[in-house]
């Protein structure tokens, strides 16, 4: 230890200005060595830390690599849940598809508050009601579009009468 440390006002009355661009050169390629010194173990610490994190996962229980298993699934459900909760809401309060996209919330109650809300806006207050003369004999106005059976006797009927 020959280099004793030197104050900041020690080094700045040794500091001479560099009188060539050579000698500026030279005063800027040492200062970049000295700041890449200290970052010379960089790729040996990133090894460290990438063999670390292999043992630490390799130390992990089945039970906490199920868990966290667990947990990516649930959070990849929950907007598939909500989706299945938004249309059961749209079904429920007769909104079409196209409205039913504009729900907005996370839970099946939230949805619903929405839905009457939209409702109310639209000035609709039930489902709305099938024209009266397209309803065929056997059919309800909740459902008059029918199974494949009701369709295609339907269909033999309308043929045998004309």
Do not use: C, W
Request: proline share 3%; hydrophobic share 35%; charged share 40%.
């Amino acid at each position: 230890m020959s280099e004793e440390v030197k104050t900041d006002a020690e080094k700045a009355a040794e500091f001479k200005p560099p009188t060539s661009q050579e000698e500026f050169d030279r005063m800027v390629g040492a200062r970049l060595e000295r700041e890449r010194s200290k970052f010379a173990d960089y790729d040996d610490i990133k090894a460290k830390a990438a063999k670390f994190d292999q043992a630490d996962e390799a130390n992990k229980t089945e039970l906490q690599r199920e868990r966290e298993r667990a947990e990516k699934a649930e959070t990849a459900l929950t907007p598939t849940q909500q989706q299945v909760a938004r249309l059961e809401v749209a079904l429920e309060k007769g909104l079409t598809a196209t409205q039913a996209k504009r729900l907005v919330g996370t839970s099946k109650e939230e949805f619903a508050a929405d839905a009457d809300e939209l409702l109310s806006d639209l000035g609709a207050k039930a489902k709305p009601k099938p024209d009266a003369k397209k309803l065929h004999s056997g059919s309800s106005a909740d459902s008059d579009q029918g199974t494949g059976r009701e369709r295609a006797a339907a269909a033999l009927r309308q043929l045998r009468n004309n």
